[in-house]
């Protein structure tokens, strides 16, 4: 996706768009990252956050950022479990769960969003490999946050001596409980003919729920980046066009 959004205050947001056709929001997710365990032994270590975790001798007693290796036939799976199990006991300060799968262990971090991808993840001993140098794939809130508002309109807006002109601002609404866009096309803005901006009659929030995101969609940009912005208020002060979400 070529959009890039931020985030204005805690009531509106923007999205620049370098085509005239956008693809829809990422789902927010939080980033996670792999521990592989093969035969570890004694000395090895993980380290999380800055956080390092320490492999002992199978059957010593570990103590905090310490776990014991395991041995025989399921040795790799159980030293996967102990991993696990240290790192879940500091929690609080490595900022990430994790869970053991066979000789696997996921760690995944507490938050939604892009910051997790800068926890760093890394090891010491041949036996353990570790996905990469931080954890990845966390994908913040995008759009309109609607709990904050009563209303909002929305503008889309070409660089200076261009226009826009055409298509639909294609409306999205994030379900806060699955965690997925959803097409909403009663609440679709159509751009008339070339002009550099257009702003929307206003829309009233009346279910203060999930988040709302414009994108393009066969919108005609004559040059440059378009600019979609969704501008809140704590009220809905805006003329209503007769859509609700």
Known sequence: MSTTWTQIGTRSAKAVCTTGSESAPSAP??????ITIATAVAG??????????????????????????????????????????????QALEVHVTATAASNVVTITCDLVGAAGNAITLTKVGTPITVSGATLSGGVGYVGLNLRDVGGYIVTVEAVSGQTVAGGILAAYVLNEFSGLWCRAPDLDLTPGAALRAYAFAGSEVVCGRGWVAYVPSGVTVSSGN??????????????????AV
């Open 29 to 34: 997710a939080s980033a996670s990252g792999t």
């Open 44 to 89: 090895n270590t993980v380290t999380i956050a800055g956080k390092t975790f320490t492999a002992l001798a199978n059957g010593s007693t570990a103590a905090a950022y310490q776990w014991a290796v395991g041995t025989g036939g399921t040795a790799d799976a159980d030293s996967a479990t102990a991993l696990a199990n240290a790192i879940n006991l």
């Open 226 to 243: 378009a600019t979609v912005y969704i501008i809140g208020a704590m009220t809905n002060c805006y003329p209503a066009q007769g859509r």
